[in-house]
């Protein structure tokens, strides 16, 4: 694949950014592309490997070594073409994903791997720059009807496959816009929304009807759903964890998805009232994961005194750990652009108590460190050390700590059971709830997870509706073992 001595010749490069000082002033994207001549050297470092592991390291399977040899031999359209075979969304993977193909890769056990990511994102803006991207209605309609709750990838993905098989389906958004947590949790400076439209309208001209401000069970009885022939539950792991701290009622102690859906609906005219700002406060991230890191590139945005963050788990090692060898995922350091932003990081650091005024404004965090005990057998035990506690000044602090699962109205009022995480219940590779003509995929299937793996589950999932509704599918799939089956 690629160049038979590409790996040798030419070096990793990524995409650069604009300075710091530039990018902080607005939310618009601020990656620099690299040249289509350094992209055809990028595809080129791809090695005929024997097994190309990036394969079972991305969850949709992608046909790697095969887009990105089309890239080397500066054949775009054919890569677009492999590339949106197994990605409905490439432009979203392409800017969000962290990619566990790369961490995968043959070439990375001995160099830096190739830039696959990159090389994705390239492939499917070239694809619409050139207008290769164009609707796909099926030719036929089978007069099957599917309600999908639900608009983030998962539901975006199950939609456009079902749709594909030419079945009439509806999306049902309880936001005022479609894309779930790509809408208003992802900051616009990692993806701007018109990336999200473009595709929504690709959608739309394919017959897909998107509804908007429908919460299903709320403000739209779920007996209403009766009249679809199937339903795929896609609504997300969305209820978001707290902590059991004194001092969490505070005013100043905000959920990160808050702070971040704010932000952007403000950044596109939407009302917001009494909008969280970070402007000369004294800001403390709780949680080192993306979403505690766009907080952090957020918080620079606004304009914060001082941005500070805390992790309870251990630091990082700078490289691969042993403890996680290739092609594993690796426990490893992970520097983002908000971190190179301005952040003081912290690790092995436990919030005792919130400290508030007189007035119940939080003023301050009281902290202190911790370790971990391993005992073979038993759960890691954290162990606080004493005379280690510390109080930080604090005007406003973030609760970037995750999501428990998904919100269980759905689930009660159409009787779907659930896991023992609070999840939907439905077998991986199946989809199917204990209600048989109700499918759920996803992070409310499986928990929060990744933008590639929703988008995986949704393809999934629509199979195996397809499958339910017509007792064959034309859908193409991935069996468990990552390899694509026939269609």
């Given at each position: ?250 005013d100043g102690v905000v959920q ?18 009494n909008q969280v700002m970070a ?189 339910y509704l017509m007792g064959k ?15």
């Amino acid at each position: 694949m690629g160049k038979v001595t590409g790996f040798k010749e030419f070096e990793r490069q990524d995409e650069k950014y604009t300075s710091v000082k530039d990018r902080i002033k607005d939310y618009k994207e601020f990656t620099v592309p690299l040249s289509d001549k350094e992209i055809t050297k990028q595809g080129s470092r791809c090695m005929d490997c024997g097994i190309p592991f990036c394969h079972s390291g991305c969850p949709l399977g992608n046909l790697i070594p095969d887009f990105n040899h089309m890239v080397h031999q500066g054949e775009w359209q054919k890569a677009s073409w492999l590339l949106h075979s197994t990605n409905n969304f490439p432009e979203f993977t392409g800017r969000l994903c962290p990619a566990p193909c790369e961490k995968s890769c043959v070439l990375g056990i001995i160099e830096d791997p190739v830039s696959i990511e990159n090389i994705e994102k390239n492939i499917v803006e070239r694809a619409f720059k050139e207008g290769w991207i164009k609707p796909q209605p099926p030719k036929t309609r089978t007069g099957k009807t599917i309600a999908v709750v639900g608009s983030g990838p998962a539901g975006l993905a199950a939609a456009q496959q079902l749709n594909r098989a030419g079945h009439t389906v509806t999306v049902f958004e309880r936001d005022d816009e479609v894309g779930g947590l790509l809408r208003y949790g992802i900051p616009n400076f990692k993806m701007e929304k018109g990336i999200i439209d473009r595709r929504v309208k690709i959608l739309e001209a394919e017959g897909i009807t998107f509804k908007t401000n429908v919460n299903v069970g709320v403000n739209y009885d779920v007996k209403d759903l009766k009249s679809f022939d199937s339903i795929v539950l896609c609504g997300g792991a969305t209820e978001r964890r707290s902590l059991p701290t004194p001092g969490i009622d505070a005013d100043g102690v905000v959920q990160a998805m808050d702070f971040l859906t704010q932000q952007t609906k403000v950044l596109f005219g939407k009302e917001v009232k009494n909008q969280v700002m970070a402007t000369d406060k004294n800001v403390i991230v709780i949680g080192g994961g993306d979403t505690g890191s766009d907080c952090i590139g957020t918080s620079n945005r606004h304009g914060a005194k001082s941005v500070v963050n805390f992790e309870i788990m251990p630091k990082p090692p700078g490289h691969r750990s042993p403890t996680t060898p290739w092609p594993f995922w690796p426990l490893q350091l992970k520097t983002s652009s908000s971190h190179q932003e301005g952040v003081q990081r912290n690790w092995l650091i436990n919030t005792k108590e919130f400290i508030k005024d007189e007035n119940g404004k939080l003023t301050a965090l009281k902290t202190v460190n911790v370790e971990w005990k391993m005992v073979p057998g038993q759960r890691p035990q954290l162990i606080e050390i004493a005379g280690t506690e510390k109080t930080w000044p604090c005007d406003l602090a973030l609760l970037a700590l995750g999501f428990t699962g998904p919100e269980s109205t759905l689930a009660d009022k159409l009787g779907i059971k659930k896991d023992a995480r609070s999840n939907y219940k439905a077998e991986y590779g199946k989809y199917q709830t204990n209600i048989p003509n109700i499918f759920t995929a996803g992070d409310m299937r499986r928990g929060q997870s990744l933008i590639v793996w929703a988008i995986s589950e949704g393809r999934e999932a629509a199979r195996q509706v397809d499958l339910y509704l017509m007792g064959k599918s034309e859908l193409p799939s991935k069996d468990v073992t990552g390899d694509l089956v026939a269609m």
